[in-house]
DNA sequence: TATGAATGAGCCTTCATTCAT
DNA sequence: TATGAATGAAGGCTCATTCAT
């Protein structure tokens, strides 16, 4: 296969991602069609097929590829923030600092962009943890254990099942975030924030390797 | 409107909702059709729409119910096992005790009935805290939330926000144990137990008021 | 029968005919049910057949009645615009007058009134000719009918097969009024007008005894 | 897409148009479904919403072109029965002898055939001027606008507003027409036509330029 | 007379998927 | 690879009408 065809059917392929996520948050899941995401991304209906099983593995690829990229996000966000041009001298490496900030950007992303947060339902987890099970090419795809074990590794503070620590944390911040932003019940989010914070703190803190 | 009347359509409502749930469960939502529902309840395709909007309201109004019954029989196992029989003379109301065995009980139920799990998503908060706001008429339904109401005037042990506290610990279970039960990743539910036990008494502990 | 309840049913009849005819002008006959028209009407939806055969049967009774008090007002009109409070004295009666500014009337009145035009279609006939046919129970009924001939009789022009006149005179005006109206094609009714007026005048006069 | 494809659709769209409209006169527009179709005209129901936006858009095609096939057979039976043979040395050609010829010969053919009077309701003027507003592909349909065009041109006799004088003529016939042949009331078909041609000529004659 | 719960046929419409081109 | 016309099962839902009360 020539080099331009692979690039077309790249093209393609990410037309496809694109518009999909594009109708999904726009109309829904349910409401969206096979048809409209063809019409959308230019392409006839068939093709769709050539690309992809069906709309569920349409979703379940968007789903990793947006909640990788709001942690990716976070990430690259808190190093804007603390250490903006210089890599030199610069303080000791704190990661629950790290985490807590990257858990408040998702949450204020999230509430800024509610139809992202009721795609991704609550399987926030999934920018993290599906990505080696659904077997996602990585390729160009962002991926944030890999960084999350950088972190780690370069921690002065060590711990216990670092990526226990870590689900726990993104299931409880997925889930909690998602009901108090959806709902306002039991607590807005601005409310929970706190409690939500502390948690996070007690989760690393019972992980930490004195 | 006769007695007789209103028996026979609280018992065509019931019969809706006991089969519709045994149809969610064995066929999944999706694959569940009105004519399904109303076929296995006896009644006619339009008598369903007399008693529901649709099929999102039956879901949600059933997984409210199911999710409740969760955490009532999770609460009366531990009656049943701590105070089988008297009421005087009992140790010291342990709320943390309760909440972790109520907990590990609801998970254990989950794990052995994985269509319902299923059927829950990861709403299993929705068993103390979307009553309320779906405005669910109480008449015979169970309700956790005034129990734990109970419990807490009774404990020796007084907490701040323990509502957040629930609310917290609700979400972290219901869905960390999804992901672990449905993928087993990263960690399947027997190994998650203990780190999922530790962070309940975390939460606890951080809502005491000493 | 006692009257109280014979007056009861004649409210609950007007009750009906008047919350339809809204409906039907507000959403259109097909999209009326008649269960709306029960609800609105604050009776049962058995009561509805008790007291009309369908609906094809109700918006028939509307039609002659709505139809039929177009002509009414229109008639009103006149009389309170060239006479207003003396009947003596009078200039000698001039029918073409009469009917010309009936039908000029009429047509200011559907103009303003859309949805009355769209539901009496293409029928304004029926307000003169259908409500012998359809055995109409007169009693309160207006009757343009019986007011045309007396206007005849006093009227010193004489006419030949005036009912016949009219009734051309009446179709003409009803269908290339509505598609004047509805359509604005060949030509709005403003600009219409000039050349149904002639027209008018060409009926009668050709019916016109001398 | 090739011409085998095209023609392919072309049959079908055919197909349904010819089904639909002997199944809307056969049992009436509202007791014909999209299923009766799809099954007459051989092609599965989905396909219908490939051609029609629905079963409105359909009728308005369908009132469309066989009100117009009405004025073209009407033309053509003028045709026929006035210059059978020859082209040349014709009489000089009398709009209002072929008007009021075609209007007996449409009334003629819509006493004879009732279902598409029913069908086309009051709407004959569609046969000549809703075809412009509905935008309906002119290519093969009939269009009995150009050809009164035409016969205006070659008239001795010259018209102001012609096409408002044709208005008026076609929906008082198609009004009054159709209430005499379906209602018979105030006058059957037989007796309302020496009127009915009387006032055609009258209104040819007010536009008549003298 | 009046009710309104129940019916269930039947409607329109959508849509994932196929396949000949 | 790409197309898009065709499919037809399946779905949700409405509604006129009935009838036991």
Redesign the pocket.
Known sequence: ?SEK?TS??RQ?RESLLRQSFQLFTEKGF???????I?KNA??????????F???YDLRNRLTIHEASKLFINAYNAFINEHSPDSDENHAPLDVEKIIVFMMEHILDELESNKPLLVFLNKNLSWGVFRNAIYGEPKEDEPDFYYLYRNILEESPVKYRDPEIALFLIVELVGAAGYSSIIYKDPLDLEHLKPYLIREIHNILKSHEII
């Open positions: 296969m065809v077309k059917k393609k349910q409401n969206t069609s096979i048809s409209d063809a230019g392409v006839a209906k068939g093709t769709f097929y050539l690309y099983k069906d709309k």
